[in-house]
Every structure is written in C-alpha cells, then in structure tokens.
C-alpha cells in the first residue's frame, strides 16, 4: 500500500506501530499532532510494551557501560566497538551508579554527601526525570537497590533495601519503595533479625518480568545462600527462588559455591564456581520459579585472564558464539567463545576505566516518562548533567 487511507485507526495504533522500532516511531511524533498524541498516550505505550515482550526478536538491545561519571551505550556485538550515545554529568556528585534497567529505561543514583538523587532516564529519547531521595546515607546503614515496573499500575518504581545496625546482635532490614506515579516514598516492610541471619550480599537487585526483583542473602546457620525475590506489584517479599537441586544435596560430590545471579536473555542465571574442575558453571532458569527448569549453559574455563577472580556474564550475542564476561573485582571485559573456548580482552571506544565499569542490557525504547524533561534542555537536570551525542 502506498497509503494509510482507509485503514481503520485501531489497526494503525494494534496492529501496525508497536511492530516499528522505537527510533521510527521517535520521528513519526514530529509528522503530526495526532500521531504525537497516540504515541504518547499510555494506552500505546500499554499496548507497545506487550508487544515487545511477546516479540521472539525482542527490541534492539544496547550494551550500556557505565563509569568514570558518563554513561556510554553500544552495540552489542564483538565486532561493533564504537559508542552510539554517551551522557556525560559534571562532578558535583561523589558517586554515580546505574541501578537497573526496565522497559528501555535506566535508573542512575547518584550519591552525595548527605543524601541521594536518582535519575531515571530513556537513552533512545533522551528524556530523563530526577528524584531527590529522603533516604539518608546514615552511618552503619547499608543500601541495595532495585527498578523496575509495576505492570498492573504502569508505575516505574524504586525499591531500596536498607540494613541498620542496631547492636551487635541484631539487625533492622526496612524496604523502602518510590513510586513515580505518585512521585512518593514509602516503607513496606520492616524486620529485625539476627546479624549472623541474613545479610543482602548483591547490591542491585535482578529483574524478571519486569516486577520481580531479585537478590542473594546469606544465611551462616545454614551455610547456604538464597534468592530472595521482591513483587514490585504487591509491593511485598514472596517465595524465595530455589537454586538447582544439585546444591541443596548433601551427598552431592561437586565442590561449589554460589557467585553471581543475573538475567541473560530473560532468564534467571545463577553461576557456581567449581573448585575441583577450577571454573565457572553458568546455569539458566528456562522456565521462571520451576526448580527441575534449570538447565547448564555453560561452563567457563579458569584463565590466566581471569587471574582466579570471580566471573560474572553479561550477554550473550545472538549474532555469534561470542559471550560477553566481566570480573566482578576488576570490572574487566572478556569475550568468550563457546565454540572453541578462546578468551579476549573485549575493547570498546571510549569507555570508562575498567576498574569501575558497570555493564547493562538496555532495549531501545520509547517509553514515556511523565513529567520529565528533555536531558540536554532540562535546566534542572543541566546543573548535574549534560548530554553529548556522538
């Protein structure tokens, strides 16, 4: 067809612009004012959203490195090293890090002497809106974060575990949740525990489905860990995710020990360190919160790259055989080959210093954050941050 004309407005706004990237339907907001407004009504971004997550190609998926005070976003892909868009923000902030992503968006803390900002930010439309915290940076305090979206409200929210140390015996664990919705923080659970009970060891927490978070606890009367998981919809803790079986078995003969959690193509990934085979066992979760669903990828050889440190993944390319792998001491990137097993030193334009890199997983998108501003004309965001398109 060469035009729209006769086609029925519903079959435009179902059926045909949530199939398009976000980046075209970017452009097709300035054609006019009524495809301005559908595009940015909730409903669309409703209807965009479900589509996306029912896609079997998924959105353009970005690697997003963050450090050194700038945030710069790749392809991703070995062969692909130069960065398509850096945000840069000046120093007045002793601390920046990015804390989760979802929907296309990424959530930025930015920690400072007596409290914390936090930034959510679209990278494909460079909108962005901050948010002062209430949550001091109070001694003995331990903070870890987690974003994501509540599904059931089309609310973005932040959620903040943080643990007080009360005496030497005892511990306050409070969750503390931001709604953008509501532009409010809440407290939503609060215990005391013992302080050789449970301690949060994973800073940010992993996100599955959009509204469940993730993170590992420690428990030394039991010398085990588990996966605690947040339902950012309820707004409370549920059932813990259980680990492959393999783990809880006493007569089990491997020698290994829990590493790292994180999401690798929507899936839950747990990595073991296997102290006898002296590598890393990457297991996936194919079928979410189902035990016996846990499957190996993959294994990675020790390296004299790796110099014995703990190894976490990052991605896998769907165009290669090529896995991207970070130290989580180091923060250096590898990739690795699953065909013959070679390990890279990975290089990218302009990327901050590999001692402090974070490293995302980011989809393109056009979500629409309300009431915020666009990053490089925000005079309110200008103070903390500037934007420098490559």
């Not at 009504?41 to 690697?63: P, V, W």
């Amino acid at each position: 067809m060469t035009s729209l004309e006769g086609l029925d407005m519903d079959v435009i706004i179902v059926d045909i612009l949530p199939r398009l990237p976000a980046k075209s339907l970017i452009r097709f907001k300035s054609v006019c004012r009524s495809l301005n407004s559908v595009i940015s009504s909730r409903d669309f971004t409703r209807i965009y959203l479900r589509h996306q997550s029912l896609s079997s190609s998924g959105a353009d998926k970005r690697l997003i490195l963050a450090g050194d005070g700038r945030i710069n976003c790749y392809h991703l892909d070995p062969y692909a090293t130069t960065t398509t868009t850096t945000f840069v923000y000046s120093k007045t902030s002793r601390y920046m890090s990015v804390i989760g992503t979802s929907n296309g968006l990424l959530c930025i803390c930015l920690f400072r002497d007596n409290f914390s900002e936090y930034c959510i930010l679209n990278p494909t439309t460079r909108i962005c809106r901050c948010i002062r915290s209430t949550l001091y940076k109070e001694l003995w305090v331990r903070h870890s974060h987690g974003f994501g979206f509540d599904h059931e409200n089309l609310d973005y929210v932040i959620v903040v575990i943080s643990e007080y140390h009360n005496n030497s015996a005892v511990f306050t664990r409070r969750t503390s949740v931001y709604s953008l919705n509501t532009n409010s923080w809440s407290v939503v659970d609060e215990v005391t525990f013992p302080a050789d009970n449970m301690n949060a060891l994973r800073k940010y927490g992993v996100l599955i489905g959009n509204n469940l978070l993730h993170w590992m606890f420690w428990m030394p009367a039991l010398r085990k860990y588990r996966i605690g998981c947040f339902d950012i919809c309820k707004k409370k803790w549920t059932d813990d995710v259980l680990l492959p079986r393999f783990y809880y078995d006493p007569t089990c003969n491997k020698e290994t020990y829990l590493v790292d959690i994180g999401l690798n193509d929507e899936c839950l990934f747990s990595i073991f360190k296997d102290i006898i085979e002296n590598g890393y066992d990457v297991w996936v979760m194919k079928e979410y919160g189902v035990q016996d669903s846990w499957v190996m990828l993959l294994r990675i050889p020790d390296s004299s790259c790796f110099d014995g440190k703990v190894t976490t993944l990052v991605a896998t390319c769907r165009s290669s055989e090529m896995v991207l792998l970070q130290e989580r001491y180091t923060s250096k990137l590898f990739w690795y080959n699953k065909v013959d097993g070679g390990i890279s030193k990975a290089k990218f334009d302009g990327a901050p210093n590999s001692w402090n890199i974070q490293a995302y997983i980011c989809s393109r998108s056009l979500v629409h954050l309300p009431g915020g501003q666009l990053f490089e004309h925000s005079e309110a965001v200008r103070k903390s941050w500037t934007c420098h398109l490559a």
